[in-house]
């Protein structure tokens, strides 16, 4: 029968918290190879979002489509578009000259207008934009109604192909 010490006990603890500190040190990296944010980006957002009512206030003035990002503070895939795709000077540029941006909490309680209806955003979220997954975005034409949704995280190429997508059927749209 093997018989235990517990002299070595504080020893092992000891060992296993240095462990535990260095797996979360490293767990903060990104995850999936997923290259981090530049560091100019992480002091101020090269994205301009704007409040929804903001969006939509100047949307009468000057019409251009409204691209309404949506996440949840617990959604990791969200952080990742953040860190690398919103961070991207190029998907900056494009949202920021062409289209008014907004970012929405999906688990949000606030009141906002969605096609028309006057609904919580989670309620807009889930019944009217019907989404159910996040990332997610709505793109919705400057007098209030969506036009599509899409639900995936994405390269900063994929969203700058389709941004530029949105932009040929922008006429059309902005009087929707």
């Known amino acids: 029968m093997m018989k235990m010490s517990w002299r070595g006990i504080p020893q092992v603890v000891v060992m296993l918290l240095v462990l535990l500190d260095l797996f979360t040190v490293t767990s903060a990296a990104p995850l999936n190879g997923a290259v981090p944010a530049k560091k100019a980006s992480a002091t101020k957002p090269l994205v301009h979002w704007m409040g929804y009512n903001e969006a939509f206030e100047k949307a009468k003035k000057e019409p251009k489509l409204v691209f309404v990002d949506l996440y949840a503070d617990w959604c ?22 062409r289209f008014y941006a907004v970012k929405l909490d999906a688990d949000s309680q606030d009141s906002i207008m969605c096609d028309g209806q006057k609904n919580t955003v989670q309620r807009c979220y889930f019944d009217v934009w019907e989404l159910h997954a996040l990332p997610a975005f709505v793109l919705i034409a400057p007098k209030g109604m969506s036009i599509l949704t899409v639900t995936d995280s994405m390269s900063p190429q994929e969203l700058q192909y389709m941004l530029y997508q949105f932009l040929e059927k922008e006429k059309e749209w902005i009087s929707r």
Not at 77 to 87: G, T
């Open 76 to 97: 990791i895939p969200c952080r990742v578009m953040d860190a690398n795709v919103y961070s991207d000077p190029t998907v900056a540029s494009l949202l920021n000259s």
